[in-house]
Each structure stands twice: as structure tokens, then as C-alpha cells.
């Protein structure tokens, strides 16, 4: 959602987003962070290595780990590569050219003085995203801007900024409000007081303003995010400077321990930490991450939280469903297609796909996850959680197996439920659809590395 988020592909194809960071698979191989690893302007560089089905390893080295796009962060070194001190000197100096003008604690006190000027003296420049102060006009002058900026405007900065929608950096698609008052009432309803929003900007808006306006209103939020733009409307104690790719807290030792006085309040209890991070992410750095923030949490002096996990929402498309339970065993994925206002495939409505592929993946009890009856959810009274009302119960699964919303079928040579438009191929010896290409390939699939089929009919796929 807003901070950073969204598919690579708008398609439910995952071999291109997850299939990357799979050993073994081909292609290139994840290996994470390392403890000396070099640093972009986007904090350290995560290691990778090159694989080749049946082959030894390639020649490991250092990318960014934020930008899958080398326009965005073309930073690149061989982990044996002997970098000269000069190379060094440029690349720190890169690095701190490549820092933002103003650091949160001036753009906190901009802030205040901004809302002190009278309304006709506020204005937004929109090319720069930056709030202007009258002597800053003329340096703004052949840019677009914003004039008249509300008290409103300043309290909905998701709204204000322009979505960064960079697909394989940013790709900020911010949440539906429909959605985001379906998760804000949702984690009311279940006792959490505090949420830890990773990527997550409007649902954070949401929960500030209601903070603001309603007495009695308890939740509270604190927003971890790549966006430093967001760093010109919230305190130090509101946002956090954060690339959840790498773990890495851009405010140093001061933001952390920030994050931490807010995951130990009332002993660590009754929070919740919400994630909607870009579909084109990679899986495993993004589990890396939350594992470690899950950590900092179980730091708390409260006993018998050594083998528990911190109650979270990871908002992410059903086809990656497989992936997160590789790292997330406890986890399970919710019916709830999660909607969002500024992309065409995932929304409500005649533009969009009506059937959005995001859903809510957590290790909360699904039987707790109430989904609202009037937008077609129904509970199921043999597997104990909410369902999406097309998702028929299957006696021979005994479980209510559709993914996305239609009714499944049950292939009994396949011994599991399938997509209602796949068909059994004899010669692929899987449901696939009814027009695909056999063709039987010994070299391995770039998804499960097993030979015998391509990606596109993949069982795991299903």
C-alpha cells in the first residue's frame, strides 16, 4: 500500500517475482544479507548468486536491495571483488548526494511553522513533493503547484503526494477506503491497540485522523516506510525512515529504538503489525525482515514470548500463498479480496478485474477473522473461518479450496481441487487449461525445478 507496493505483473504468474530467490531453481538465488555487506543509498545491498539448473553456482555479488529496476539503483559489486579506496571515497560520497535535502527532524519543524502561515501562503510544489514557505517560492516558479493547503489536505498526505508507481521499486497503490475501514474496525474488534504499520500509509492516515478527532478513540499507530516524503507530515514518534527489504532503519540507532519503545508499551501487548509490501518484492527478504522486527518485539520482558510470533497481517496476491508458508508455517490466507483506489486490476467497479487477487495472509486464528456478510462472505461451520461465498466446501478435501472467489472443481487424478476453466492433459499429467501447448521438456522448470513441464503448467502454480 502506499509506502511501497504492488505486482510486477498484474497477472497471477509468480515465477518472475518469487521464482527468482529460489535455490536450485535457475536463475538467480537470494543468499541475503551479509554481515559486511556495501551499502547504496538505499541502505545495504543484499547478496545473490547465479544458478543454472543441474550446475554448480555462478559467481556471487551485491544488488540493491530495494530496486529490482537498474534505473532506479543500477548499484552492483562482486562479493571477491577488491574495491579501491577511491572507488570507496565516490561511493560514499554518491551515497550522501543521494540523501534527501532536509532531514525529518527540520522537516518536523517546517512543518510547524507551515501550519502557522495563513492558508493563502501554503502551498505544495508538486514536481519536488515538498510543502513551500513563501521565500521558497521563486525557486519553484516554472513548477506546478498547489495552492490553499488545508488543514484536511495536510492531515490525508497520501492523498496529497503523487503515488510513486515505479512497478518493480515503489509501485505505491494505496488501499480502497472500503479496505482500509475494513481492516481499521477489524482490528478494533479483535483488542489490538497499537499497529505497526509497515507500508502502509493510508491505513496509518486513518488511524491518525480518527486519533485526532474522536476523544475516545485508543488505537495508535506508528508508519515504517521507504517514502521519506511522508517525513515532512509526521513527528519522529508517528514515521519511521524504513526499507523493509533490508531491515534497515534509514534514522539509525534513534528510529529503531523508536520502534522498539513502541512494540514493548503495555508489556507488548495489543499490537498488531500490518504489511502491504510491492507484489514484486522478494519473498524471502521481505520474511527476513518481518522476522526481525517480530524479534524486536519478543525482546519485551513479558515471559512465554520466546516462541510466539507478533499477531500480523501481511497483505499479498493468493498465487504467493505457497511462499509465505515457507517462511510463516503458522500462517493462513484469509477470502478477503483487499481493494485498492489506484489500480486498474485490483478495484471494484467496471474498470477493474472485480476480482482482486490481494488478500490478508495471517497467524491469527481464521475462525477470529470476521468478513462482512454484505459484501458475500459466508462462514463455513466445518472449517471455521469466513469464506468467500462462491468458495464451495469440497467433501473430498474436506476444506473450501477456491483461491479466487469462483466455485472449484475436484480432479480426481490430480487428487486436489482445480481452477474451474483447467481440464485433466494426460500427457502434462496435471489440470491445465484446456488450449495449452504439451510440450514435454527435460530441462526444469523455472518455478519448481522439476523437469517434465514449463512454468506456465506448474502444479505449484495451482
Known amino acids: ?61 551485491y544488488a540493491c536491495s530495494a530496486c529490482r529496476d537498474r534505473k532506479e539503483c543500477n548499484f552492483f559489486q562482486w562479493e571477491d571483488e577488491k574495491v579501491s579506496e577511491a572507488r570507496l571515497a565516490a561511493r560514499e560520497e554518491y551515497n550522501r548526494n543521494h540523501q534527501p535535502s532536509f532531514t525529518h527532524r527540520q522537516n518536523v519543524e517546517r512543518y510547524k511553522n507551515f501550519v502557522l502561515l495563513p492558508l493563502s501562503e501554503r502551498r505544495f510544489c508538486q514536481e519536488c513533493q515538498q510543502l513551500l514557505f513563501p ?34 521499486t515503489n509501485a505505491q497503490y494505496l488501499f480502497a477506503d472500503r479496505s482500509c475501514k475494513f481492516l481499521l474496525d477489524l482490528i478494533i474488534d479483535l483488542g489490538f491497540r497499537r499497529v505497526l504499520s509497515v507500508g502502509t500509509p493510508r491505513l496509518h492516515e486513518m488511524i491518525q485522523s480518527k486519533a485526532s478527532q474522536e476523544e475516545d478513540f485508543r488505537v495508535r499507530s506508528l508508519l515504517l516506510d521507504i517514502d521519506f516524503r511522508y517525513s515532512q507530515f509526521y513527528t519522529e514518534d508517528e514515521f519511521c525512515h524504513y526499507n523493509m527489504f533490508n531491515h534497515y532503519f534509514f534514522g539509525g540507532e534513534a528510529a529503531r529504538e523508536t520502534c ?44 512465554g514470548y520466546n516462541n510466539q510470533e507478533m499477531p500480523m497481517f501481511w497483505i499479498f496476491p493468493y498465487f504467493f500463498e505457497s511462499r509465505i508458508l515457507e517462511f510463516f508455517p503458522s500462517f493462513s490466507m484469509m477470502d478477503y479480496q483487499v481493494d485498492y483506489d489506484n489500480h486498474a486490476l485490483y478495484k471494484h467497479g467496471k474498470t477493474g478485474r472485480r476480482q482482486s487477487p490481494v488478500r490478508i495472509f495471517t497467524n491469527l486464528p481464521p ?74 521438456t527435460d530441462a526444469g522448470c523455472f518455478v519448481c525445478g522439476k523437469a517434465g513441464h514449463k512454468r506456465s503448467t506448474c502444479p505449484s502454480l495451482s
Open 1 to 61: 500500500e502506499g509506502g511501497s507496493n504492488m505486482a510486477a505483473s498484474g497477472t497471477g504468474d509468480p515465477e518472475g517475482l518469487c521464482g527468482v530467490e529460489r535455490p536450485g531453481a535457475g536463475g538467480l538465488a537470494l543468499l541475503g544479507l551479509a554481515p559486511s555487506a556495501p551499502t547504496c543509498p538505499h541502505g545495504p545491498a543484499l547478496l545473490f548468486v547465479k544458478t543454472s539448473q543441474g550446475k554448480e553456482e555462478g559467481r556471487r555479488f
Open 135 to 168: 521565500a521558497e517560492w521563486e525557486k519553484h516558479l516554472h513548477h506546478q503547484f498547489l495552492c490553499d493547503i488545508s488543514t484536511a489536505q495536510l492531515k490525508s498526505p497520501s492523498q496529497l503526494l503523487y503515488p510513486l508507481e515505479n512497478k518493480k
Open 260 to 303: 522498539r519503545k513502541f512494540l514493548h508499551q503495555d508489556n507488548g501487548e495489543r499490537v498488531i503489525m500490518v504489511t502491504d509490501p510491492p507484489f514484486g518484492g522478494l519473498v524471502g527478504a521481505l520474511a527476513s525482515s518481518f522476522k526481525k522486527l517480530m524479534a524486536m518485539w519478543r525482546e519485551t520482558e513479558k515471559e
Open 367 to 440: 475462525s477470529v477473522i470476521v468478513l462482512p456478510v454484505e459484501e458475500g462472505y459466508r462462514f463455513c461451520a466445518i472449517c471455521q473461518r469466513y469464506v468467500s461465498s462462491g468458495n464451495q466446501h469440497c467433501e473430498i478435501c474436506d476444506s473450501c479450496t477456491s483461491k479466487d472467489g469462483r466455485r472449484w472443481k475436484h480432479c480426481v487424478l490430480c487428487k486436489k481441487c482445480v481452477k474451474p476453466s483447467w481440464f485433466h492433459c494426460n500427457n502434462c499429467n496435471c489440470c491445465t487449461l484446456q488450449n495449452h501447448t504439451c510440450e514435454k
